[in-house]
């Protein structure tokens, strides 16, 4: 049997979408109408008459609040998507008549973030120093969704495999490797030193991220006959774990790019060692139909440039992209 038509561009109202947003953040009808400053009976009223009009219902109650339907579920997605885009329409016309200016929401792994953001945004402030970055700094899990509904204008970082197909565009920049990292002053780098290097004496001091990020760090942990001992520090801050090897034998196992600053200056160096890490492949991840306003196509020509630019480097903590296809939809 066909469905008679919804029209739900002639019955669906803004202030709904605000009630539906309001109802995803608290799930309460008392919370959500205390948010909106309504009564709670006149915001029951506006759920029935949205639910009249989707012709599905929007929400479970119970005794602990509300949970929303799979069709709440899709309502409240585009509700967040529309919202987000009237925010971001909102700050362009603020910026109409101010050439090279504009707001820019950037998503960004941790890793990438700690040390690749402080350069990027450096360089494109130095050119275009009018227009506002806002970072969102998250995993995969949390900034991927923020993406798909426009809370984020791009992601940059490690272009991990969807675990289903997203719609989202990957275009790879470069990669990030696991390495063995020391004091560029270490006892391992003494001249003279000959044969393959002895890494069992010293104590670690390993970066702690994601489940993926950690397997990884452990392979190569592994391939390098390493083992952890009571005296093996974790920690999830780099600060830490850079002072730790400036002042101490200490080895860190990690994504390089972590200390791409002390890398470059020469206080830190990458221990050679014959094992290799997984593959990391990273860069950028776009909404494949979204518009890009001048000030998002002049961020991505800057992280472009800027990668590009620490890859030719080679003392970044990045590295070029080998044997991947440039861009791919998840």
């Known amino acids: 049997m066909t469905r008679p038509p919804r029209f739900l561009d002639q019955r669906l109202r803004m202030r709904q979408l605000r009630f539906l947003q309001a109802l995803d953040q608290t799930r309460s009808l008392s919370k959500a109408?205390?948010?909106?400053?309504?009564?709670?009976?006149?915001?029951?009223?506006?759920?029935?008459?949205?639910?009249?009009?989707?012709?599905?219902?929007?929400?479970?109650?119970?005794?602990?609040?509300?949970?929303?339907?799979?069709?709440?579920?899709?309502?409240?997605?585009?509700?967040?998507?529309?919202?987000?885009?009237?925010?971001?329409?909102?700050?362009?016309?603020?910026?109409?008549?101010?050439?090279?200016?504009?707001?820019?929401?950037?998503?960004?792994?941790?890793?990438?973030?700690?040390?690749?953001?402080?350069?990027?945004?450096?360089?494109?402030?130095?050119?275009?120093?009018?227009?506002e970055i806002r970072l969102v700094e998250g995993r995969v899990e949390a900034l991927l969704p923020k993406l798909a509904i426009g809370e984020v204008d791009v992601v940059l970082g490690r272009l991990y495999p969807a675990d289903l197909p997203d719609g989202l565009e990957r275009e790879a920049l470069y990669e990030e490797p696991i390495s063995a990292i020391a004091r560029a002053d270490h006892p391992l780098f003494a001249a003279g030193r000959d044969g393959a290097l002895d890494l069992t004496p010293y104590d670690l001091i390993l970066p702690t991220f994601s489940q993926r990020l950690g397997r990884e760090i452990e392979h190569l942990v592994d391939a390098l006959k390493l083992e952890a001992s009571p005296r093996t520090l974790r920690s999830t801050?780099?600060?830490?774990?850079?002072?730790?090897?400036?002042?101490?034998?200490?080895?860190?196992?990690?994504?390089?790019?972590?200390?791409?600053?002390?890398?470059?200056?020469?206080?830190?160096?990458?221990?050679?060692?014959?094992?290799?890490?997984?593959?990391?492949?990273?860069?950028?991840?776009?909404?494949?139909?979204?518009?890009?306003?001048?000030?998002?196509?002049?961020?991505?020509?800057?992280?472009?440039?800027?990668?590009?630019?620490?890859?030719?480097?080679d003392q970044s903590g990045i590295t070029a992209v080998h044997g991947a296809d440039d861009r791919s939809n998840g």
Do not use: W, Y
């Open 33 to 131: 109408a205390r948010q909106l400053g309504l009564t709670q009976p006149a915001l029951t009223k506006a759920l029935h008459e949205l639910e009249d009009a989707i012709g599905e219902p929007l929400f479970e109650r119970h005794a602990l609040g509300v949970t929303p339907t799979a069709a709440g579920e899709a309502a409240i997605r585009f509700a967040m998507r529309t919202l987000s885009e009237l925010s971001r329409l909102d700050d362009e016309l603020d910026r109409l008549g101010q050439p090279g200016s504009g707001l820019v929401v950037l998503g960004a792994f941790p890793v990438a973030a700690a040390g690749l953001l402080p350069t990027i945004v450096g360089r494109l402030r130095q050119t275009h120093p009018d227009i």
């Open 237 to 313: 801050s780099h600060m830490f774990i850079r002072e730790m090897l400036h002042d101490s034998d200490m080895i860190s196992i990690g994504p390089r790019v972590l200390m791409s600053g002390d890398l470059r200056r020469g206080s830190l160096k990458v221990i050679p060692v014959a094992a290799t890490s997984l593959r990391r492949p990273a860069g950028l991840i776009l909404h494949p139909t979204r518009p890009q306003s001048p000030s998002v196509r002049l961020l991505l020509d800057a992280i472009r440039r800027t990668v590009a630019g620490l890859v030719a480097e």
